[in-house]
C-alpha cells in the first residue's frame, strides 16, 4: 500500500523556523523526485521546492534563501526546513511522489502520489 504521510505542521509565529517531513513507503518503484507544494485559500496549488533523485533541487522565487529540502534515504523521507516564516506562507503543505519505471519492451510508466497535506499557519 503506497502512502505519503505528512508531519511538523502546526502554528508558528512570523520569523519563525518549522520543519515538516514526508514519509514515504510502499512503494515498488523507484521515486525519481519528490516535491512539496502548498495551497492557501481561494488560491492554486503551487510548486515550493522540489528534490530529484540525483538531489538536484529548485525552489519557487518566494522561498529562495529562506526553505531547504533535503532527504534522508535511510528513512525514506523528505525534509523541508523553513526558516524567517512570513504569514503569506500560511497554507496546506502537500508532498507529492513521482515515479518512472522501463517496462519490458521498452514502454515507460510514469504516476504520481499525493500526501494528504498538513497545515502550517504563520502568525503576525
Known amino acids: 500500500q503506497v502512502q505519503l504521510v505528512e508531519s511538523g505542521g502546526g502554528l508558528v509565529q512570523a520569523g519563525g523556523t518549522l520543519t515538516l517531513s514526508c514519509a514515504a513507503s510502499?512503494?515498488?518503484?523507484?521515486?525519481?523526485?519528490t516535491g512539496w507544494y502548498r495551497q492557501a485559500p481561494g488560491q492554486q496549488r503551487e510548486l515550493v521546492a522540489r528534490i530529484s533523485s540525483a538531489d538536484s533541487t529548485n525552489y519557487a522565487d518566494s522561498v529562495k534563501g529562506r526553505f531547504t529540502i533535503s532527504r534522508d534515504n535511510a528513512k525514506n523521507t523528505v525534509y523541508l526546513q523553513m526558516n524567517s516564516l512570513k504569514p503569506e506562507d500560511t497554507g496546506v503543505y502537500y508532498c507529492?511522489?513521482?515515479?518512472?519505471?522501463?517496462?519490458?519492451?521498452?514502454?515507460?510508466?510514469?504516476?504520481?502520489?499525493w500526501g494528504q497535506g498538513t497545515q502550517v499557519t504563520v502568525s503576525t
Open positions: 507529492k511522489a513521482e515515479t518512472t519505471t522501463t517496462l519490458l519492451g521498452g514502454r515507460t510508466y510514469e504516476n504520481e502520489y
Open positions: 510502499g512503494f515498488t518503484f523507484t521515486i525519481s523526485a
